[in-house]
């Protein structure tokens, strides 16, 4: 079987069960059903039991993969269209962000020394709540492994996507700014997708978060690294 008709198989399959899991998540919505948690999870499991390799399998999936700048960039329209409202916050926007990645890489550092990984693994877990271009450039730089950072990366993406509107709801967070900080801060692009579903603002807020906190986790790794 050739490249390109491999590739159209696999981009096929992925197709196919990101729809399959949108159905299955309209008549059971939970964190657990969530189409992109589904099907990554049936996606590595089909993998696993056919025993393809990751390569042969991004012969399709990069033709996906290709269109994740372009839908970085349209995360500019809904911000666009909340500017004024996102002048109005700017300063608690700023700090919120500041603080927010300031936890996300201590608590990625602290836990990391408590489950006894390696120097490598701690250098690789530091940028895990940033975008995944600008986290591998994060920790190329730092020294660690970019294979697991981008497992750390999709980790805390998911996972936000998740259990971000979760948490949000339980701990009573209801205004759109202060929901859209915490969930795009955490947990980038994903879980800015995520966000647009609660409301324009709520992604617009986190299309920005994910945007700065990028920027200053990039001057927080190295200096809290010193550290630990």
């Known amino acids: 079987m050739n490249d390109f008709l491999l590739g159209s198989v696999f981009l096929i399959v992925t197709i196919g069960l990101f729809f399959a899991s949108k159905q299955i998540y309209r008549l059971l919505p939970n964190p657990f059903t969530l189409p992109i948690f589904l099907t990554s999870s049936l996606l590595i499991i089909l993998l696993f039991i056919v025993d393809i390799p990751y390569?042969?399998?991004?012969?399709?999936?990069?033709?996906?993969?290709?269109?994740?700048?372009?839908?970085v960039v349209a995360l500019a329209l809904p911000l666009y269209r909340q500017l004024d409202l996102i002048k109005r916050y700017a300063r608690?926007?700023?700090?919120?962000?500041?603080?927010?990645?300031?936890?996300?890489?201590?608590?990625?550092?602290?836990?990391?020394?408590?489950?006894?990984?390696?120097?490598?693994?701690?250098?690789?877990?530091?940028a895990k709540s940033v975008t995944t271009p600008v986290s591998l450039s994060i920790t190329e730089t730092a020294g660690g492994n970019l294979s697991f950072a981008a497992v750390f990366v999709m980790i805390a993406g998911i996972s936000g996507a998740m259990?971000?509107?979760?948490?949000?709801?339980?701990?009573?967070?209801?205004h759109p700014v202060a929901r859209g900080l915490g969930i795009g801060t955490a947990s980038h692009a994903i879980g800015t997708a995520k966000a647009l579903e609660l409301g324009q603002l709520e992604g617009a807020v986190s299309a920005l978060s994910m945007t700065i906190s990028a920027v200053i986790v990039s001057f927080l790794v190295p200096f809290f690294l010193m550290i630990f």
């Open 163 to 174: 259990f971000g509107p979760w948490i949000v709801r339980i701990c009573r967070i209801e």
């Open 55 to 71: 390569q042969s399998y991004m012969l399709g999936g990069q033709w996906i993969d290709l269109f994740l700048g372009p839908i």
């Open 92 to 126: 608690t926007i700023f700090i919120g962000i500041f603080a927010g990645s300031t936890v996300g890489v201590v608590t990625g550092l602290i836990g990391a020394k408590i489950l006894g990984f390696d120097q490598s693994l701690i250098k690789s877990v530091a």
